[in-house]
């Protein structure tokens, strides 16, 4: 039996980061893996993902402003196989990045389906491996289907984002079910290779967790660009064929039935707790099956157990993920790192345009009976956005009346997902929204947009 200081169960952004902040801080530590290091994230999620974007919004600009940019360019063809296997090879380049991490961080990687024993003690094969100080479950969340209304995944003619990464053309239509984060980025991804989307979401909005005003401004965009939105509307039937899928929707009152060469599942996502002695080992779930920890501490039911990233719960981000990785680590090894804000995570979804965000959304601060005043800027004001053709979206800050606390800030637009983060940064360390303006700005930015909105929430704005 090999024991280490810390085994970690499970290589993503969570589990892969908890092991190199253990190791730096001196723990022998090892991960237990089953497929590649870097989990979903790197491998089947994140990672490729954006690379796709990145073909998209490369398409959507040569075929629609090359012309305005004096670029002359024939006919555009696209070619998803191309981009797909572009976007592979990033994938592959980030996992042998973190399997780089673990060498030189010495942190031994433990190939294999790990099962927990009690006594924070891990199967692997026919090896047991103990952990002297802690174990950390970190095993993720996978894609699923909708089996009640007959769409279970058949990798073919139903597929999740699993299969669509590895598409080797981008079929002729598509319905894409579920309108959150990956219903949204692939909606995108297809529509610029050339797919017929049909987005369907069952809330009155698309990525119905974001402000009202961003759904609605990113509705838009899609609409514009040829993409059918279908919010409020519910599948009530699905008729799975060999090349093709018909699905009865519900939506604003109406009935109407939808074919497409594939659906794409993207209503959500369950968590891995199945078949790896969790019960056993004393480990309990809450009622919505994540892993039940302290979020004080991360601490699972069972002693010397940890759980960390979408496992323990929501937000599923691959940051909260590795946040929690790092912060428990430090825990083990007898540090007091900062408590993790988590009403402080910023959400991004990177369609085109995109949306960020950090904190309360106007409705909730309504809910909440917030005194409020909310400062927008658009980007058709800045200078820097018309000069680059990025003029699509705003800046959205909610602000605190009587103390100026930055509530909630939420953008649309080109760079929104950088952007975000001089917000977070304010917003962590209690800064006004007066302070955020203090920084002087550096002009021609888009992020004098930032500055503007917090101008606008205090009836100062310049440039509108
Ligand atoms: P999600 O839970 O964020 O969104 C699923 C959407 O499907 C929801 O809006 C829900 O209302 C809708 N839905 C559920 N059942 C439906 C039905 N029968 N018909 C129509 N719509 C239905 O899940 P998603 O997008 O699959 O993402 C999973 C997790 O991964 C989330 O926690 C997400 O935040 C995270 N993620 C984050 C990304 C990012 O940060 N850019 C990218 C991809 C995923």
Request: aromatic share 4%; glycine share 10%.
């Amino acid at each position: 039996m090999a024991s280490f200081d810390l085994i970690v169960l499970g290589g993503g952004p969570a589990g892969y980061v908890c092991a190199i902040r253990a190791a730096q801080l001196g723990l022998s530590t090892a991960v237990v893996e089953k497929d590649k290091l870097g989990g979903v994230c790197v491998n089947i999620g994140c990672i490729p993902t954006k690379a796709l974007l990145h073909s998209a919004s490369s398409i959507n600009l040569i075929a629609h402003q090359a012309k305005d940019l004096g670029i002359e360019v024939g006919a555009v063809k696209t070619d998803y196989g191309v981009a797909m296997k572009r976007s592979r090879r990033v994938s592959e380049q980030n996992s042998k990045g973190v399997e780089f991490l673990m060498k030189k961080n010495k942190v031994t990687v433990i190939k294999g389906t790990g099962t927990l024993l009690p006594g924070k003690k891990v199967k692997v094969g026919a090896d047991v491996h103990e952990a002297k100080k802690a174990l950390v479950i970190a095993t993720g969340s996978r894609v699923k289907g909708i089996p009640q209304i007959g769409l279970e995944i058949n990798k073919t003619t139903v597929i999740s984002s699993d299969e669509a990464l590895f598409l080797e053309a981008a079929p002729k239509s598509m319905i894409v079910v579920g309108a959150g984060a990956v219903g949204s980025e692939f909606a995108d991804i297809f529509n610029a290779f050339g797919t017929k989307v049909t987005l369907v979401e069952a809330l009155p909005r698309i990525l119905p967790i974001e402000d009202a005003e961003c759904s609605d401004a990113l509705a838009k965009s899609f609409r514009k660009r040829g993409i059918e939105v279908l919010a409020g509307a519910k599948v009530l039937k699905a008729a799975v064929g060999k090349d093709s899928v018909t699905l009865e929707i519900e939506a604003g009152g109406e009935k109407k039935s939808v074919t497409a060469d594939k659906v794409l599942m993207a209503a959500g996502r369950a968590v891995n707790t199945e078949e790896m002695g969790f019960k056993e080992a004393g480990v309990q779930l809450t009622d919505r099956g994540f892993v039940k920890v302290n979020l004080a501490t991360l601490e699972t039911t069972a002693p010397g157990v940890y759980c960390i990233g979408d496992v323990a719960g929501q937000p599923m981000l691959a940051h909260k993920g590795s946040r929690e990785g790092a912060v428990v680590a430090e825990r083990i090894a007898g540090h007091k790192p900062h408590a993790i804000r988590y009403d402080n995570i910023p959400s991004v979804t990177y369609c085109h345009p995109e949306v960020a965000s950090i904190g309360l959304t106007e409705e909730q601060c309504k809910e909440k009976k917030l005194d409020y005043q909310v400062g927008r800027f658009p980007f058709s004001a800045n200078g820097r956005a018309r000069a680059s053709n990025e003029t699509e979206g705003f800046v959205k800050i909610i602000r605190e009346k009587k103390y100026g606390e930055i509530l909630g800030a939420h953008i649309v637009g080109g760079h929104a997902s950088e952007m975000i983060h001089e917000l977070a940064v304010a917003r962590e360390n209690e800064y006004t929204v007066e302070e955020v303006d203090l920084a002087v700005h550096a002009h021609p930015t888009l992020s004098e947009a930032i500055a503007e909105a917090a101008l606008d929430s205090m009836g100062r704005v310049i440039h509108t």
